[in-house]
């Protein structure tokens, strides 16, 4: 083990929190198996063998995006060749296979289309709800969120509310990217601040709607301020107990504005394991295979990682950045990924209740 990170792994032993510095430390050093061992160490005291996965279904209801973020191929504007919007019917004809399929959770993420009235995601969940009340809505990230209450002139809070009154139970950790001012005012100075995105979590907690996070990291970001907005949402943490996991997620350049070259297998395997270490009050760290790469994913399961996501079905936003992971995987091909890495595969719905 490297001299430098001899300190580190003293603290990770005896459960002690990593500093920034730490932080910035671990992703310096090039000793990716030392990085490896302490990931694996928090996970196990968090997770012990478990493995977990979740039989879910995406559905993406609009690419239309005021936004338009330099990093992302999904987003079109209006009238655009590609652009499209499903009505609530479209999202139920999607959704029509759940039951059959065991569904436990359904994602739905969009763009942010000024056309959508507050009624259109009040009667998509309320519909959702109705048809299959057993399946757990997670839906309309903290920008999303953000967006319908500007269009409904509403207050975040009443928008939450009357979200969770028809059926929302927990929020994607969507549209965090990375929170340092510079580099959302290069690669999407449209969307809404870091401290915004954070409030807005804050305020589901407090109505009892849990949520996840993400990073998306690999573009223009650096070590420091990778670091900065992995320290950002475990300060949340401390305070209300909200977030159910983190989710780094590697940037895919084809097809975008931003452009450049993408993460490497050992980038994306130090970044989870390093966020497994340094958020400490996060209960669980998931490898998103769809932008990982299935096998990389599946490596990860010895870097920290607890959590494999689940079946998908359907994806298109990492996909129209270049994704080339299948749109789906069967529950027998992930616990046969688990069940290969060595670990215990655990069924879990989006709370990560147990079957």
């Not at 928090?42 to 973020?69: D, P, Q, S």
């Not at 005012?185 to 109505?207: F, S, V």
Request: contains cysteine.
């Amino acid at each position: 083990m490297e001299n430098s990170l001899n300190n580190i792994y003293e603290k990770v032993k005896i459960g002690q929190r990593i500093s920034k510095e730490d932080g910035i430390n671990l992703f310096q050093s090039n000793d990716l198996l030392s990085i490896g061992e302490m990931a694996n160490l928090v996970r196990e005291r968090l997770n012990g063998n478990n493995a977990y996965y979740i039989i879910n279904r995406h559905i993406n209801y609009t690419n239309i995006c005021l936004n338009r973020c330099s990093f992302c191929a999904y987003s079109r504007e209006k009238g655009e060749k590609e652009a499209f919007t499903l009505t609530i019917d479209q999202v139920m004809e999607k959704a029509s296979g759940c039951r059959e399929m065991g569904v436990r959770e359904i994602h739905i993420v969009g763009g942010l289309n000024p056309e959508l009235p507050f009624e259109y995601y009040l009667e998509m969940l309320e519909r959702l709800h109705t048809a299959f009340p057993d399946v757990h809505l997670q839906a309309f990230t903290a920008v999303e969120i953000h967006h319908i209450a500007q269009t409904a002139n509403l207050s975040i809070e009443e928008v939450l509310k009357r979200l969770k009154e028809v059926g929302l139970t927990s929020i994607p950790g969507g549209g965090a990217e990375v929170f340092a001012t510079r580099v959302r005012n290069k690669i999407c100075p449209k969307k809404i601040d870091g401290n915004t995105w954070l409030k807005i979590m804050e305020l589901a907690h407090n109505l009892g709607i849990k949520s996840n996070a993400t990073m998306l990291y690999g573009h223009i970001e650096t070590i420091e301020e990778r670091v900065e907005h992995l320290l950002a949402p475990r300060q949340l943490q401390d305070k209300t107990n909200g977030f159910k996991s983190f989710i780094p997620l590697p940037y895919h350049p084809a097809n975008t504005e931003l452009g450049g070259v993408g993460t490497t297998g050992y980038e994306d395997l130090k970044t989870l394991a390093i966020s497994r270490i340094l958020l400490d009050n996060f209960p669980h760290i998931k490898a998103f295979w769809i932008m990982l790469g299935i096998k990389l994913a599946q490596v990860s399961l010895s870097f920290g990682v607890d959590d494999l996501d689940g079946t998908v079905v359907e994806e298109k936003i990492a996909h129209s950045a270049g994704a080339q992971t299948p749109q789906v995987l069967t529950v027998q091909q992930l616990k046969t990924l688990i069940l290969e890495a060595g670990k215990i595969p655990v069924e879990r719905d989006t709370l990560y209740n147990l079957e």
